[in-house]
């Protein structure tokens, strides 16, 4: 069953006519998830200091957002998460993930990082690949210079984020020794451009996220190639990736009205089979979205404190780098 409080935000969100991304343009779009944030999102967390960075980039500076829990020493190096936001990869800035980034900061006692990458259409695919994998290695050759242990490194985002996070791990993997990724924490993450699933198909239209959306998104992000091969790339579809063999340990989160649902399970799937050792839990009575929603779903709040514990656990798992 659909969470009474869920229900409630899709009614509001009917009630007051705000249309669909498919039926806006980019920039109208973006407008929308950028308000829709004030009624959805609770205020930041006090105790987390956030401090603007910049990281070179292959078309110039990459804008980057540091999440620091002021309840630890500033003498203290912490472990780092890079996150990646998600919007289908032409929506989401720094400031629609600002509380998110803030209380997985505090509750996994870590540095996040936010990822400003560049957005489609005006960038189009392999533009946000392309700044993602520059941040994170900027990021674990200089994050000890800003007070974090760039040794115990996670990749995670959200939706399109989580389908980048996959990315930057599958191709740290081959760029092997650096950098090293610890972990990927992947919330309801697109892991297969155009994927014909059960949960596509019933979840389609009706739940935030609709079928239609996942089309636009996939064709201002891909652009004229959003029709050819170039949909079946690793780098655009991490589910096809040859191997999957080697990759961090991963938490691998989806929500049960959620169109992405089955393409995140496949992709734990394919993680387990190969071998890595993987977390699945889906929280069934969700939407697309939620984790970013703790102003009007509680469960947004049990979902940030599950992923913090696991990063957490994952960062404990690596020894700390030593001063």
């Known amino acids: 069953m659909l969470d009474p409080q869920a229900r409630v935000l899709l009614d509001l969100i009917e009630k007051n006519g705000i249309p669909q991304v498919w039926q806006q343009t980019p920039l109208e779009a973006r407008q929308t998830y950028r308000e829709r944030r004030f009624?959805?999102?609770e205020e930041p967390p006090a105790d987390v200091q956030s401090t603007a960075l910049s990281a070179p980039g292959p078309h110039g500076p990459i804008p980057l957002r540091a999440f620091r829990p002021t309840t630890v020493l500033a003498d203290v190096a912490l472990p780092v998460l890079i996150y990646f936001h998600g919007g289908g990869w032409v929506?989401?800035?720094?400031?629609?993930?600002?509380v998110l980034c803030s209380q997985l900061a505090r509750e996994s006692q870590?540095?996040?990082?936010?990822?400003?990458?560049?957005?489609?259409?005006?960038?189009?695919?392999?533009?946000?690949?392309?700044?993602?994998?520059?941040?994170?290695?900027?990021?674990?050759?200089?994050?000890?210079r800003l007070g974090m242990d760039s040794s115990r490194l996670a990749v995670g985002g959200d939706s399109a984020g989580g389908n980048l996070a996959a990315v930057i791990s599958l191709m740290a993997r081959d760029q092997a020794p650096h950098p090293s990724i610890a972990y990927q924490l992947l919330i309801y993450p697109a892991t297969e451009m155009d994927a014909a699933t059960e949960s596509m198909r019933?979840?389609?239209?009706?739940?935030?996220?609709?079928?239609?959306?996942?089309?636009?998104?996939?064709?201002?992000?891909?652009?004229?190639?959003s029709?050819?091969?170039?949909?079946?790339?690793?780098?655009?579809?991490?589910?096809?990736?040859?191997?999957?063999?080697?990759?961090?340990?991963?938490?691998?989160?989806t929500a049960g009205f959620d169109p992405l649902r089955d393409e995140g399970r496949m992709?734990?799937?394919?993680?387990?089979?190969?071998?890595?050792?993987?977390?699945?839990?889906?929280?069934?009575?969700?939407?697309?979205?939620?984790?970013?929603?703790?102003?009007?779903?509680?469960?947004?709040?049990?979902?940030?404190?599950?992923?913090?514990?696991a990063l957490r656990r994952a960062f404990d798992a690596v020894s700390p780098q030593k001063a």
């Open 39 to 41: 009624f959805s999102q």
């Open 91 to 98: 929506i989401g800035d720094l400031d629609t993930h600002d």
């Open 110 to 144: 870590s540095v996040v990082v936010s990822v400003d990458y560049r957005l489609a259409p005006e960038f189009e695919f392999p533009a946000a690949v392309d700044d993602c994998w520059a941040a994170t290695c900027w990021i674990a050759e200089h994050g000890h």
């Open 202 to 225: 019933v979840n389609g239209d009706g739940f935030l996220l609709s079928s239609k959306s996942m089309l636009w998104f996939m064709k201002q992000y891909l652009g004229d190639r």
């Open 227 to 253: 029709n050819t091969a170039e949909i079946k790339t690793w780098r655009a579809s991490p589910l096809l990736a040859a191997s999957h063999a080697s990759l961090p340990p991963a938490l691998v989160l």
């Open 267 to 309: 992709y734990a799937d394919k993680l387990s089979a190969a071998g890595t050792p993987t977390q699945y839990i889906c929280f069934e009575r969700q939407i697309h979205g939620f984790i970013t929603m703790s102003r009007v779903v509680d469960e947004a709040k049990t979902a940030v404190s599950l992923c913090a514990n």
